[in-house]
């Protein structure tokens, strides 16, 4: 593995939040000015190859990794699916995560999921369930994500403080932390949706 697949990879699972130069110097170990040579690297290795559907760009301090634009009535196409289609289990549980926690970084989520959430997290904001509601004020300052209206709305909630309250699990429970959210916002949002 060269060094600039390091940071190509970084760049890879930072998704649509991208990832600063000072982030990707911290977790490889690389000076910032070797970064940007490998940022640059990088993008012109992205416009050359015509076989690859990805360009490198940078927006607000952050490098990101995103499908050249010559694609985009296919992927118009893939979301209009996706935004006509119900939520699947992932969407769900990152909605309930979401709702109970607002404001919550994409960190905080894969924390409590146990596993990466970018992508799914990204759909729900095209969808207009979740936004970014404010950057923490921490290095690399990570966005942090809310609802909507529309979530209000696709769930028929007034107010967010509509939401069940969610029962205490006790600590011999063999519920995580995602499940708990799930099964308790499938449930209580099912209630309230046969009830109206």
Do not use: C, H, W
Not at 112 to 140: A, C, D, F, W, Y
């Amino acid at each position: 593995m060269n060094n600039e697949q390091k940071v190509e990879a970084l760049l890879f699972v930072a998704g649509a939040e991208g990832i600063s130069v000072e982030e990707l110097s911290n977790f490889t170990g690389y000076a910032k000015p070797a970064i940007l040579t490998m940022l640059d690297n990088l993008e012109k290795n992205y416009e050359v190859n015509s076989k690859t559907a990805l360009k490198l760009i940078q927006t607000g301090g952050t490098y990101k990794l995103v499908t050249k634009p010559e694609l985009a009535s296919i992927l118009e196409k893939y979301f209009d699916r996706n935004s006509r289609s119900g939520l699947s289990p992932a969407a769900l549980e990152i909605l309930s995560i979401v709702a109970y926690r607002q404001p919550i970084t994409r960190i905080e989520i894969d924390q409590i999921r146990g596993v990466q959430s970018g992508t799914t997290l990204q759909n729900l904001v095209l969808r207009n369930l979740v936004k970014v509601v404010g950057r923490l004020e921490e290095p690399g300052r990570p966005k942090t994500y809310g609802t909507t209206d529309e979530f209000l709305d696709y769930f028929g909630l007034e107010d967010i403080k509509d939401l069940p309250k969610l029962e205490k699990v006790g600590e011999d429970s063999e519920l995580d932390d995602s499940d708990l959210f799930l099964q308790e916002f499938e449930s209580k949002m099912n209630l309230n949706n046969k009830e109206k």
